[in-house]
């Protein structure tokens, strides 16, 4: 069991938003805002795609936007591609005791 | 171009060592912080180690405390763990990932497989 909560799944088609959400406690999620976003494909090592909640690193595409509310993160992709089918985990920091939890993961399927 | 390339994974058993090493390139290795993440076969990502710019300030994931042992040698850019009395459920594809703004990892290697079975 994760610490961190997300939906096994989401989908979308081509050109629609969709929203992965990431639930947490007020010992993570909620008391940082220090939660990150990556995605990956299949075979490949993750990808940073959003850090500190809502920071997108350069080259990272503006369709994705992250933010948070209460003990719950959120990623938003808009404008859905083909490209952006893949695995989404997201991160945070967890106190200096637990330090780092990540999600379960999401699988994105693009219809 | 930053590269972070693992290696040192293999099969191993029950109770047994191995230690993986990451080779950094592109990028001042000893000005960042690095971090060690696993993936078990169809699994999620787990975050098991970090290590400071200097190696002065530790962390571990509570399911490798007191087994794996995170170091690095600045002056040979590499980061490397140790892991002893491993488990079956340690097998995974292990990352080492650099560090980019407070907890979040910009780069991350290839991955390297470690396999636990008799």
């Known amino acids: 069991q994760s610490a961190l909560t997300q939906p096994a799944s989401v989908s979308g088609s081509p050109g629609q938003s969709i929203t992965i959400s990431c639930t947490g406690t007020?010992?993570?999620?909620?008391?940082?805002?220090?939660v990150s976003w990556y995605q990956q494909h299949p075979g490949k090592a993750p990808k940073l795609m959003i850090y500190e909640g809502s920071k997108r690193p350069s080259g990272v595409s503006n369709r994705f936007s992250g933010s948070k509310s209460g003990n719950t993160a959120s990623l938003t992709i808009s404008g859905l591609q083909a490209e952006d089918e893949a695995d989404y985990y997201c991160c945070s920091y967890a106190g200096s005791s637990t330090y780092v939890v990540f999600g379960g993961g999401t699988k994105l399927t693009v219809l | 171009e930053v590269q972070l390339v693992e290696s040192g994974g293999g099969l191993v058993q029950p109770g047994g060592s191995l230690r993986l090493s990451c080779a950094a390139s592109g990028f001042t290795f000893s000005s960042y912080e690095m971090n060690w993440v696993r993936q078990a076969p169809g699994k999620g990502l787990e975050w098991v180690s970090y290590?400071?710019?200097?190696?002065?300030?530790?962390y571990y994931a509570d399911s490798v405390k007191g087994r794996f042992t995170i170091s690095r040698d600045n002056a040979k850019n590499s980061l490397y763990l140790q892991m002893n009395s491993l488990r079956a459920e340690d097998t995974a594809v292990y990352y080492c990932?650099?560090?980019?703004?407070?907890?979040?990892?910009?780069?991350w290697g290839q991955g390297t497989l470690v396999t636990v079975s008799s």
């Open positions: 290590i400071s710019s200097s190696g002065s300030t530790i």
């Open positions: 990932a650099r560090e980019y703004q407070l907890l979040s990892y910009d780069y």
């Open positions: 007020s010992s993570d999620v909620g008391s940082y805002n220090l």
